[in-house]
């Protein structure tokens, strides 16, 4: 069975900073898919940033870039310039390709992301 | 945009309730989900459907069913609702295929006492 793990239940960021989110996955699985989602404390749960596993190149989305290093079942993201609505719970999920798995997401535990002024 | 609604915010119930927990999506998506949220240990899959009137257990469907008579709508049921079962109950729908996102609901806080 795949799982998933954030090792830093807290982080913590000045504004306009810099600062990366770690995620780890467990898989056998040669074709998958890779999401960060942030629940702010609305909690709506918004897709930041998607991986496919057969791209080498890491995903960017304006400020939002991953690090993909599929060896080493590795996904960090990486939030530049930091602004104070960043702050939020991120998960990292993980998605088989293959269908008879239904397309269920498979989270990480989160890490909650505090930005101060 | 896609819109994923759950009937309720807030809800508060007593042991051995029944209790319905309502989610509608205006995208004509196949795929529905119910997920547990806890601290500490991320969303949990509860149950999905990939089609009206299909279902299929995910990593926790003890103590839960799910009803899906139209296709846009996905109810979660607890037949007897239990303290262990307070919690964050996120919905969230997607079309067919594994690179497709999924889109949430606001979430329902669910107590029960």
């Known amino acids: 069975a795949q799982t998933v793990t954030q090792s830093q239940p807290e982080m913590s960021v000045q504004e306009a900073e810099t600062v990366t989110l770690s995620c780890t996955y467990d898989?056998?699985?040669?074709?998958?898919?890779l999401f960060w989602y942030k629940q702010p404390p609305s909690r709506q749960m918004i897709l930041v940033i998607r991986?496919?596993?057969?791209?080498?190149q890491n995903a960017t989305e304006n400020r939002f870039s991953v690090n993909f290093q599929k060896a080493a079942k590795s996904f960090s993201l990486k939030i530049s310039d930091s602004q104070l609505g960043d702050a939020a719970m991120y998960f990292c999920a993980y998605r088989s390709a293959l269908y008879n798995q239904g397309g269920k997401l498979i989270f990480g535990q989160g890490t909650e992301l505090s930005v101060k002024p | 945009d896609v819109k994923v609604t759950q009937s309720s915010r807030y809800l508060v119930k007593r042991t051995g309730e029944k209790v319905f927990l309502e989610c509608v999506q205006d995208?004509?998506?196949?795929?529905m989900f119910w997920y547990r949220q806890d601290p500490g240990l991320g969303l949990r899959l509860i149950y999905f459907s990939y089609d009206v009137k299909m279902k299929e257990k995910g990593d926790i469907p003890e103590g839960y069913s799910v009803s899906r008579e139209k296709k846009e709508r996905f109810s979660l049921i607890l037949e007897s609702a239990s303290t262990n079962q307070t919690s964050m109950y996120l919905c969230?729908?997607?079309?067919?295929?594994?690179?497709?996102?999924?889109?949430f609901g606001a979430g329902t806080r669910l107590s029960v006492l």
């Open positions: 995208m004509d998506h196949e795929n």
């Open positions: 991986q496919e596993a057969y791209k080498q």
């Open positions: 969230a729908s997607s079309p067919l295929g594994a690179k497709n996102i999924q889109y």
């Open positions: 898989t056998s699985e040669s074709d998958y898919y």
